[in-house]
């Protein structure tokens, strides 16, 4: 294995710990939590789908999330970015719904963590260099893109963590 995707599997392995920390401990009602008006969150659908809040230009300044909407994004990113990495089309944003509950959720997060582990276990040289156009309109080497994604994983469950503080300090 090259010292570059030692190097993105550390990363990974290291966000993911910290994941453990945070989403055994989720609960519907701290997933769907609004920490303030306006927050974006997922709604049940008429179709019976949870679908996120979401404008195609982002507000500024940014609505706070609720854990459930941030897990979605999480499920939208890594799906994609799975996709992606296998020069698979990525699935369209409307496409993907969030599970419905703190525990499909974190079952559907564990099953793109090992598939996420598995195709990073399965990089061969020359790999990290392929062009991938996710998440950016050209494309840029897979290793970048990967990178991109453990630090996004980071930054979620670290958004993650501070809203279930939040929830659980306001009880």
Known sequence: MADETRTLTWQFELAWKLAQHHLPKLTDEA??????PGSWTVRKSVDGQWRPDWSDTEP???????????????????????????????????SI???????ATVLHLGVLSRQWSTMLSALRDGDLRRPVAYPWPE????????????????KNITEIGVMRHLYEARR
Do not use: K, Y
């Open 97 to 103: 719904a969030w599970p419905g509950s703190a525990e």
């Open 60 to 94: 500024d300044p940014a609505p706070p999330a609720t854990i459930g909407w941030i897990t979605w994004q999480m499920i939208w990113w890594w799906s994609s970015a799975l996709t992606a990495s296998f020069t698979h089309p990525v699935p369209a944003r409307e």
């Open 31 to 36: 997933c769907l939590w609004e920490p303030a």
């Open 139 to 154: 494309p840029r080497p897979l290793g970048l893109m990967l990178a991109w994604a453990n630090v996004e994983l980071t």
